[in-house]
Structure formats: structure tokens, C-alpha cells
T-cell receptor
Framework: EAGVAQSPRYKIIEKRQSVAFWCNPI?????LYWYQQILGQGPKLLIQ????????DSQLPKDRFSAERLKGVDSTLKIQPAKLEDSAVYLC??????????????FGPGTRLLVL | RKEVEQDPGPFNVPEGATVAFNCTYS??????FFWYRQDCRKEPKLLMS???SGNEDGRFTAQLNRASQYISLLIRDSKLSDSATYLC???????????FGSGTKLNVKP
């Protein structure tokens, strides 16, 4: 079974530029998550989708971050404009069940973002 | 106050040792608990879920103490391959909110 795919794997941009990340979850997984992991910290949930609806985006900095999951499959996360403190690994995860709290989250390899 | 707190370590132990980590959570309404493992520069992977009655998977034992709001992970007969960062994860069931701790780093030495 194919895992969660993410691209690009690495991205270097200058502050105030825009960047977008793409995620393709495991086939059939209803729930998709985007996390931000800063070096030395645990992943922080940015946004959670259930099919194509947003379940939780309370920790998403909405002035600069946006995400969508059209058709309930692939998802994109965008940052515009980027700040130095956005340098982190952006992890996408998916889980099978609609009632997701008891289900395993499968993570993709992440996108490493460096903002200069 | 952080939702989930862990001792960052590192815990440096010899092969064959037994080591235990604790993780405390702040919200008494938390419903689901997990331990994830993260290798250096890799993605997190589920190690085990933590059930109210406690559960064991080979050399790994997880316990939940709701009264004191902490979960624990015990690793027996440590292997070199157990070297990793162990992340504690808590979720509020109905809200589907997941909170990760910052992780506890384990180094198993020959």
C-alpha cells in the first residue's frame, strides 16, 4: 500500500515570498492533517480535514497560511508571505476513520522549509 | 501551560536496560492517548495506543493514570534500534484535536 506522499521534499525561499506544499493521503483515508514541526519541538496541528471539510483550524495563522482539500483527496498548504519563523518541517498525515481519535495517523516524509 | 509536557532527555542507557518515560497532560477531558516514535529526520510513526487498562506490546508497556493525568512508556531490554525520540500524543475525542509533546530522546549505547 502506498503511503502518504508529499512534495516538494525541500524548499528554500526568501522572507515575504510565497510557497505551497502538496499532500496526497493514503487512498480511502477520510481525515487529513497538516502539522508544523519546528526543530526540537513536537508536531503542532495546523489544520484537520474530514473529507473536504475543515474540522479544526484553530492553530492555523490565517493571516498568512491557507489550506484546501478539493474533492476530499489531495491537499495543498500555502504560506503567503513567509516569515523567518516559518522555517520548519511541514508534515501531512492521514487516517482512515471519520471518528479519527482512535485511529492511527500515517505521516508523510514531510517538506523541509527554510526561509532566509 | 502546554497541553502535553515531556522530559526532553536525553536518556542515555546501555543495551539491555529498562527505561521509562512519563508524559503529563493538562486537559482532564482528554480521551485518547498514544506514543509515537520519531527517528532523526524522519516522520513520526505510531508505536502504540494507550488504553485505560494499560497495554503491552512485546518489550513495550504503556500505562494511563487519569487521576494524575499522565501516561507512561516502559521499554524493557533496550536495543540499539530503540534509539529515537518518543512523542506523547493526546487527543480530545469529540473535538478531534491532537496535541503532541516535544518528545523524549532516548540513546541506547552498546
Amino acid at each position: 500500500e502506498a503511503g502518504v506522499a508529499q512534495s516538494p521534499r525541500y524548499k528554500i525561499i526568501e522572507k515575504r515570498q510565497s510557497v505551497a506544499f502538496w499532500c496526497n493521503p493514503i487512498s480511502g483515508h477520510a481525515t487529513l492533517y497538516w502539522y508544523q514541526q519546528i526543530l526540537g519541538q513536537g508536531p503542532k496541528l495546523l489544520i484537520q480535514f474530514q473529507n473536504n471539510g475543515v474540522v479544526d483550524d484553530s492553530q492555523l495563522p490565517k493571516d498568512r497560511f491557507s489550506a484546501e482539500r478539493l474533492k476530499g483527496v489531495d491537499s495543498t498548504l500555502k504560506i503567503q508571505p513567509a516569515k523567518l519563523e516559518d522555517s520548519a518541517v511541514y508534515l501531512c498525515a492521514s487516517s482512515l476513520a471519520v471518528a479519527a481519535s482512535q485511529e492511527t495517523q500515517y505521516f508523510g516524509p514531510g517538506t523541509r522549509l527554510l526561509v532566509l | 501551560r502546554k497541553e502535553v509536557e515531556q522530559d526532553p532527555g536525553p536518556f542515555n542507557v546501555p543495551e539491555g536496560a529498562t527505561v521509562a518515560f512519563n508524559c503529563t497532560y493538562s486537559n482532564s477531558a482528554s480521551q485518547s492517548f498514544f506514543w509515537y516514535r520519531q527517528d532523526c529526520r524522519k516522520e513520526p510513526k505510531l508505536l502504540m495506543s494507550v488504553y485505560s487498562s494499560g497495554n503491552e506490546d512485546g518489550r513495550f508497556t504503556a500505562q494511563l493514570n487519569r487521576a494524575s493525568q499522565y501516561i507512561s512508556l516502559l521499554i524493557r531490554d533496550s536495543k540499539l534500534s530503540d534509539s529515537a525520540t518518543y512523542l506523547c500524543v493526546v487527543s480530545l475525542y469529540n473535538f478531534n484535536k491532537f496535541y503532541f509533546g516535544s518528545g523524549t530522546k532516548l540513546n541506547v549505547k552498546p
